[in-house]
């Protein structure tokens, strides 16, 4: 390391003076990847008033993740600091992190997450009875509405959230999260800060009335209500808050990209449309699913696992560079951020042949060389809590549409994806939607 200062910086172009490179790189789904062919695996620019470092592949992606506190701090675009506020788990660092996830992590448990799919299963068929009555709709808002219901539901016990005051202001909190943060009136940044504002207060309504009541439930938050850590502390009331705010945006905003995903690729490729239906009829409709029998299902497992490969629902991690280190022979000052590339990893020809094709089969057998290399959740200390929340849903609701429904896409924008926040069909997933049995 004594000779890291004589290494040269990464090559690239950190544009003008703060906002850089900002704006190309929220509107340009492809900013990363045109870089990449002029600069190689690793290039400068500036984003959000920072020197910052894209890094792709498994080798970047271990060197990050496993230099966490180290050479690494997470860190977010300004915009997300300030409207998942101070105490949310994803701006947590060090020791006190490592806390909090534990304590958080009683909602994701094997025990907790099967109490989860009767709730899962019941909204799901009540959306898909609704769908299947409008035949022909825009899908994308719809699965926005249906992830949210879930959400609202299974982490603060809140019936049709979407339809709720929360849901609206949730919305519009959403929409600012990933945006220049610009305190204007007028400006998206302006309207989601107001939003968090009355959120709080809607949220902090909900968690006085839980202890009121006779059952805390069994959702996230009464789980949350009653964790404690091991000095025997709870989560304050301005910690529930945010850390409740953070878990439905996690179980809401990519979740709905995910799925999309899996729609739209699914009515793209018939053969494998077909493979993983006739999976389905080898468990009966009228067992109930429990994790055991979803993990039975091996080829819709293949399925989803190629959907997050192909169109991860988050793109990269910022990390904060807490000391000068050195990657493939360029150095990373101190202070400058990284941006670990999910999206451009997943592309990479060595591990993925052909790795614009959607082939489940690339993740039959062995997952041997693929820890730093397939990283849809990140990975490390951080990997995201919610993971099993979210392959536990994505299941669900791919087992009963497989087993029972059938769509076409209706637009050849379907194919085209706008990616910020997060990946999603340019004209919204228009689909033709009707029952298997009906003519």
């Known amino acids: ?39 190689g695996p690793i290039f400068k620019t500036r984003l959000f008033g920072k020197p910052t470092v894209f890094i792709k592949g498994a080798e970047a992606n271990r060197f990050v993740l496993t230099n966490e506190n180290k050479y690494f701090s997470v860190t977010w675009p300004p915009s997300t600091k300030a409207l998942l506020g101070p105490l949310a788990l994803a701006l947590q660092t ?30 799901t068929q009540e959306y898909l009875r609704d769908w299947e009555q409008q035949k022909t709709l825009t899908w994308y808002p719809q699965l926005r509405n249906y992830t949210l219901d879930i959400a609202c539901k299974l982490f603060v016990g809140i019936d049709r959230g979407s339809q709720s005051q929360l849901g609206n202001l949730f919305e519009t909190w959403v929409q600012g999260l990933f945006s220049l943060p610009l305190r204007l009136p007028g400006t998206k940044f302006y309207r989601a800060w107001q939003s968090r504002r009355q959120l709080l207060v809607e949220l902090e309504n909900i968690i006085q009335q839980r202890p009121q009541q006779e059952d805390w439930g069994n959702d996230a938050l009464g789980l949350l209500l009653q964790a404690e850590d091991e000095n025997g502390d709870r989560l304050s009331m301005a910690e529930l808050k945010d850390q409740i705010l953070l878990l439905l945006f996690a179980g809401h905003e990519t979740l709905t ?14 053969g494998i449309f077909a493979k993983a239906r006739a999976e389905q009829e080898q ?12 993990k039975q299902m091996t080829y819709l497992e293949q399925v989803l696992q190629e959907v997050l490969r192909l169109i991860p629902p988050v793109g990269g991690g910022f990390r904060e560079v807490l000391q000068e280190c050195h990657f493939h022979g360029y150095r990373i000052p101190q202070g400058w951020n990284v941006l670990y590339e999910i999206d451009q990893t997943h592309q990479d020809l ?28 990140g990975g490390g200390v951080r990997e995201c809590l919610g993971k099993e929340f979210a392959r536990l849903e994505m299941k669900i609701f791919a087992t009963h549409l497989l087993r029972n429904y059938q769509w076409e896409l209706l637009d050849e924008k379907a194919l085209e994806i706008v990616s910020t926040p997060t990946p999603r069909p340019r004209d919204g997933l228009r689909v033709n939607f009707h029952r298997l049995d009906a003519s």
Do not use: W
Not at 3 to 12: D, N, V
Not at 257 to 264: E, G, N, Q
Not at 358 to 375: C, L, T
């Open 257 to 270: 990209s995910s799925l999309a995903s899996f729609c739209s690729l699914m009515a793209q490729h018939p």
């Open 283 to 294: 468990f009966p409709a009228s067992e109930p699913l429990t994790l055991d029998k979803l």
């Open 94 to 123: 060090g020791g006190h992190h490592q806390q909090r996830r534990k304590l958080l992590s009683q909602a994701f448990k094997p025990r907790a997450l099967d109490g989860y799919i009767e709730t899962m299963e019941a909204i």
């Open 350 to 377: 060595r591990v993925y042949p052909q790795p614009e094709r959607f082939d489940p089969n690339r993740f039959h057998g062995s997952e041997k060389g693929k820890q730093f290399s397939y990283v849809p959740f």
């Open 1 to 39: 390391m004594a000779q890291k200062t004589a290494l040269p910086l990464p090559p690239g172009d950190l544009g003008a003076p703060i906002l850089g490179k900002t704006v190309s790189f929220l509107r340009d789904s492809e900013f990363a990847k045109k870089r990449h062919q002029s600069y």
